[in-house]
């Protein structure tokens, strides 16, 4: 238990659906990421939030839509995915990103998505 | 960051330890090592991170040589719940420290 949670652990879901990802944590930190992982692909950063800006979009295609509402919750909205888009969707917070400080960060378990 | 090499898999018997090594032959002055480690179907943990000196806590050792081009992983007593793969990550300290670029990392096996 890291302290951070999501939900769904499973999606599946039509290319035509609307759905989200949530995650939350009870670390009382103040950054939080979406990382996505590919079968056989290593883990990559999709979006950063830092006091509930958006401080990073790693070219992120549009279909992914990413929101916080404060520094606790972080949500992934997802509409008109391709099959490419199946993938292990994990979220991470740490303390804050700040310049020249380095912090762990904590991962949740991810939701597995399957775009069919 | 710097670009990390780990060798794709290992094995270990439980309760030996278990030694993962990590080059980073182009690492900057200002780079920290990081590891972090995923069990199946979970998501990543952090274990430690050093920068010079050698570093032990309560998971592991990290050993960093002394030119700073490669690192080793010391898990002194390694258990069936240690199999995972191993992330060696470089980070740099001076600027926005949001990032951790994961490589293909090691799968460690701990075999009874």
């Known amino acids: 238990e890291t302290g951070v949670t999501q939900t769904p652990r499973h999606l599946v879901m039509g290319m035509t659906n609307k759905k989200s990802l949530k995650c939350e944590q009870h670390?009382?930190?103040?950054?939080m990421y979406w990382y996505k992982q590919s079968a056989k692909k290593p883990l990559e950063l999709m979006f950063v939030?830092?006091?509930?800006?958006?401080?990073e979009n790693n070219s992120v295609p549009s279909r992914f839509s990413p929101e916080c509402p404060n520094s606790s919750h972080l949500f992934l909205h997802l509409h008109t995915l391709q099959p490419e888009d199946s993938a292990l969707y994990l979220c991470?917070?740490?303390?804050?990103?700040?310049?020249?400080?380095?912090?762990?960060?904590?991962f949740g378990p991810g939701t597995r998505l399957t775009v069919t | 960051d710097a670009k990390t090499t780990q060798p794709t898999s290992m094995d270990c018997a439980e309760g030996r330890a278990a030694n993962l090594p990590c080059n980073h032959s182009t690492i900057s002055g200002n780079e920290y090592v990081y590891w972090y480690r995923q069990i199946h179907s979970q998501g990543p943990q952090y274990i430690i991170h050093?920068?010079?000196n050698n570093e032990t806590n309560e998971m592991a050792s990290l050993i960093i040589t002394e030119d700073r081009k490669s690192s080793t992983l010391i898990l002194p007593h390694a258990t069936l719940r240690d199999t995972a793969v191993y992330y060696c990550i470089v980070r740099v300290g001076e600027t926005s420290g949001s990032r951790l670029t994961f490589g293909e990392g090691t799968q460690l096996t701990v075999n009874p």
């Open positions: 050093g920068l010079k």
């Open positions: 670390l009382g930190h103040n950054a």
């Open positions: 939030y830092n006091f509930k800006e958006q401080t």
């Open positions: 991470a917070s740490s303390p804050a990103v700040t310049d020249g400080v380095l912090y762990e960060q904590y």
